[in-house]
């Protein structure tokens, strides 16, 4: 299964509103999760099964969507927001595939 | 609190084995309802996952890797494995070993170690 996300980069201020898409190559139903990596870290898990909130992080981080497209959007944008966001599909255990990646850049 | 560590040389020859062992503390390997994967992080690219293993030894590769790839799990030592053989540049990268949740929701990578830099070059 590919994965492709939208826009590859994207500059925001401080407060806006920031949505990223990511589409699969095929139905995945809800078996989608997103991680953010900062520059010189691991990454680190925000959203799985689509739209539930891994605990510990801010509500401001949110998902939804179904089947072949999902959207990551953070309500409003903080400094530690700057970071590349990834979708990783997990449809099949045997087939994990993420996506290209999204780039936060002030 | 779950903890991962990687470990393994930063360099490797071309046509060699990349060997890395990532050391889980806080939890035991054994006995949860958890996979163990690698993923890496080529310098100006995206993540790749490269595989996975259930403490029973059962094992899941990508595609990509498949050849020429295996992990293995150490549960006595709480550790679990990887060796890339025939390597190249291509696979200058990060690696991360993580823990893979399993459940009827779907499967994640949380928590991932801090990576271990590996530069394929003679």
């Known amino acids: 299964i590919q994965m492709t996300q939208s826009p590859p980069s994207l500059s925001a201020s401080v407060g806006d509103r920031v949505t990223i898409t990511c589409r699969a190559s095929?139905?995945?139903?809800?078996?989608l999760n997103w991680y953010q990596q900062r520059p010189g870290k691991a990454p680190k898990l925000l959203i799985y099964?689509?739209?539930s909130l891994e605990s510990g992080v801010p509500s401001r981080f949110g998902g939804s969507g179904t089947g072949t497209t999902f959207t990551l959007t953070i309500s409003s944008l903080q400094p530690e927001d700057f970071a590349t966001y990834y979708c990783?599909?997990?449809?099949?255990?045997?087939?994990?595939?993420f996506g290209p990646g999204t780039k936060v850049e002030i | 609190q779950l903890l991962l560590q990687e470990s393994g040389p930063g360099l490797v020859k071309p046509s060699e084995t990349l060997s890395l062992t990532c050391t889980v503390s806080?939890?035991?390997?054994?006995?949860?309802?958890?996979?163990w994967g690698w993923i890496r992080r080529p310098p100006g690219k995206g993540l790749e996952w490269i595989g996975s293993?259930?403490?029973?030894?059962?094992?899941y590769y990508s595609p990509s890797f498949k050849s020429r790839v295996t992990i293995s799990v150490d549960t006595s030592e709480n550790q679990f494995s990887l060796k890339l053989r025939s390597v190249t540049a291509a696979d200058t990268a990060t690696y991360y070993c993580?823990?893979?949740?399993?459940?009827?929701?779907?499967?994640?990578?949380?928590?991932w170690g801090q990576g271990t830099p590996v530069t394929v070059s003679s």
């Open positions: 993580a823990r893979l949740g399993v459940a009827a929701t779907g499967n994640w990578f949380a928590p």
């Open positions: 806080g939890d035991s390997i054994s006995g949860t309802n958890y996979y």
């Open positions: 293993i259930y403490d029973s030894g059962s094992t």
């Open positions: 095929q139905s995945i139903a809800t078996y």
């Open positions: 099964a689509a739209s």
């Open positions: 990783q599909q997990s449809y099949s255990t045997a087939g994990i595939t």
